[in-house]
C-alpha cells in the first residue's frame, strides 16, 4: 500500500461526512440503536459496531485503520497514552505464574509494571542485556511467556536483533512486545519481522506538535481483537475522539516531518562530532556506533535524538550549559516540533557528580523542526559560555 494512500486516503469515507477533506470529530459517548436485535448483536460483539465510545468510534477508526497499514499489521488500538497501550498489552498475555524477559531499562514506567503491578500478582521478571541474542536462551524458564522489547532505545539506542528474537519465541511459543517508539512505522517494521504484538506512543513523532498523548498496539486481528474485548474496554484506556482526530492530522505531515528532522540530526551530529566539549556521542546510524551493522540492517533510517557525554569537570558545568540554551528547550518528551535537550545529571545533587563516570555527563538532545543552523548556533553560544 502506498504511504501517500494510507495518510491522505485509507479509511476515510468523505462522503458520509458532506465531501468534507478533514474528518469531523465524532464528540459522542453513545450511539442510538434502531432495532433490538441489532443491540443484542452488539452486546454479544461491541467489536462490530458502535455502540459507546469506551469501545468503537469513528473518529478512532479512521486513525486505527491508518496506523495498521502503518505497521503492516491486521489490526490496531489507539489508547489514550503509550503507557495505557503497554499496561493493557502486558496484562493481557501474562497470568499468575508466568515469567517475562525484558531488555533491561526499559522505559521507566514500563519497569514499574513488572516490578511494582506484576510482581504481586505472582509474575516474575528478568532483565538481560538484549545487545546479545543468547541472552534470551540464557534467560528462558518453562514459564516464560512473555518478552518485552524496546529496538533501539531512548538513551542509548540499545538493538536486540529484532527477527533472531522473534524466531526464538515463535519456536518457545512465547508472546513478544516491542516498543517501537523510537523509529516509528516509517523507518522500522517489527510486525513483518516476526514479533506479535507492536506498540509505539503516538505522543512522540505520530502527534509531533507535544499537544497530546496517544498510544498505538498494532497486531493481529485475533490478538488485537481479545485485548479490545477484555482490557481495552474494562480499564476504559481508550483514546478520546478529539485526540485521536489530533493525530489524524499529525500523520499527514509525518513523512515531511520525519525527513526534515533526519536531516537536521545530520548537520547537528556532524556539529557535535567536530565539539571539543564532546568526548563522545550516541546515535544507532554514526558508523561509530556499537551496534551500527544491525541498526543498517534493521532500520530503514533514524533521527531526532543524540545522546553525548560532555567533558565536564562538574554537574554545575552542565546545569550551565542547559540554562544557557536560548532557543532550545530543557523538558521530557521528544518528537514534537521544538528541539529539546535533557541532562541524565538532574536527579544527583551536584556533590554526587563523579567525573569518572559518563552516565553523569550525559545529555540527550532531541533535534525538532527547527532551522539546524538555529540550533547550532545556540549550543555553541551556550557551551562558549560554560565550558
Ligand atoms: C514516551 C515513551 C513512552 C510512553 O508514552 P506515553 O505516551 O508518554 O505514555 C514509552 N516508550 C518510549 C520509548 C517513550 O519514549
Known amino acids: 500500500m502506498d504511504l501517500s494512500y494510507i495518510i491522505n486516503e485509507l479509511g476515510e469515507e468523505r462522503g458520509n461526512y458532506f465531501n468534507a477533506v478533514a474528518p469531523p470529530i465524532m464528540q459522542t459517548s453513545n450511539f442510538r440503536v434502531e432495532k433490538v436485535d441489532e443491540l ?44 495505557a497501550a503497554i499496561f493493557a498489552a502486558v496484562l493481557a498475555s501474562t497470568r499468575s505464574g508466568d515469567h517475562i524477559i525484558s531488555v533491561e531499562n526499559p522505559y521507566g514506567w514500563v519497569k514499574r509494571i513488572f516490578d511494582n503491578t506484576l510482581s504481586r500478582f505472582g509474575v516474575e521478571t528478568t532483565y538481560i542485556d538484549g545487545t546479545v541474542l543468547e541472552n534470551f536462551e540464557k534467560a528462558r524458564r518453562p514459564n516464560t511467556r512473555f518478552i518485552y522489547l524496546e529496538s533501539p532505545n ?22 513478544t512486545l516491542m516498543d517501537n517508539t523510537y523509529c516509528g512505522p516509517l523507518y522500522q517494521q517489527p510486525i513483518p519481522l516476526g514479533i506479535d504484538l507492536c506498540m509505539q506512543t503516538a505522543t512522540k513523532y505520530i502527534g509531533g506538535h507535544s499537544d497530546t498523548l496517544g498510544g498505538i498496539l498494532t497486531g493481529s486481528k485475533d490478538r488485537i481483537k481479545k485485548i479490545f474485548s477484555n482490557e481495552y474496554l474494562a480499564v476504559g484506556s481508550g483514546i478520546q475522539p478529539f485526540n485521536a482526530w489530533l493525530l489524524i492530522r499529525g500523520l499527514r505531515t509525518l513523512e515531511s516531518r520525519m525527513s526534515r528532522i533526519t536531516a537536521s540530526t545530520w548537520r547537528v551530529l556532524d556539529y557535535l562530532r567536530e565539539n571539543k566539549r564532546v568526548e ?13 551493522e544491525l541498526a543498517r540492517n534493521q532500520m530503514k533510517n533514524a533521527c531526532g535524538l543524540i545522546s553525548f557525554y560532555v567533558k565536564a569537570e562538574s554537574r554545575q558545568q552542565i546545569v550551565s550549559f542547559c540554562e544557557g540554551l ?50 547550532i548556533r545556540d549550543l555553541e553560544q551556550s557551551f562558549g559560555r560554560s565550558f
Open 40 to 83: 443484542k448483536k452488539l452486546f454479544e460483539d461491541e467489536y462490530g459496531g458502535y455502540l459507546y465510545s469506551r469501545g468503537q468510534n469513528p473518529t478512532v477508526e479512521i486513525l486505527r485503520k491508518k496506523l495498521a497499514a502503518l505497521d503492516q499489521a491486521e489490526d490496531c488500538l489507539v489508547f489514550n497514552s503509550g503507557m
Open 154 to 175: 531512548s538513551w542509548t539506542y540499545a538493538l536486540q536483533d529484532i527477527a533472531g528474537v522473534a524466531g526464538f519465541s515463535k519456536k518457545h511459543g512465547i508472546t
Open 280 to 292: 563522545r556521542l550516541l546515535f544507532p546510524l554514526d558508523p561509530g556506533f556499537p551496534q551500527y
Open 326 to 375: 536560548k532557543h532550545i528547550m530543557m523538558a521530557v518528551s521528544w518528537g514534537g516540533h521544538e528541539s529539546l535537550i535533557l541532562p541524565r545529571c538532574a536527579v544527583l545533587e551536584n556533590q554526587q557528580f563523579e567525573r569518572g563516570n559518563p552516565d553523569h555527563r550525559m545529555l540527550r538532545l532531541y533535534v525538532g523542526l527547527e532551522d539546524p543552523d538555529y540550533l
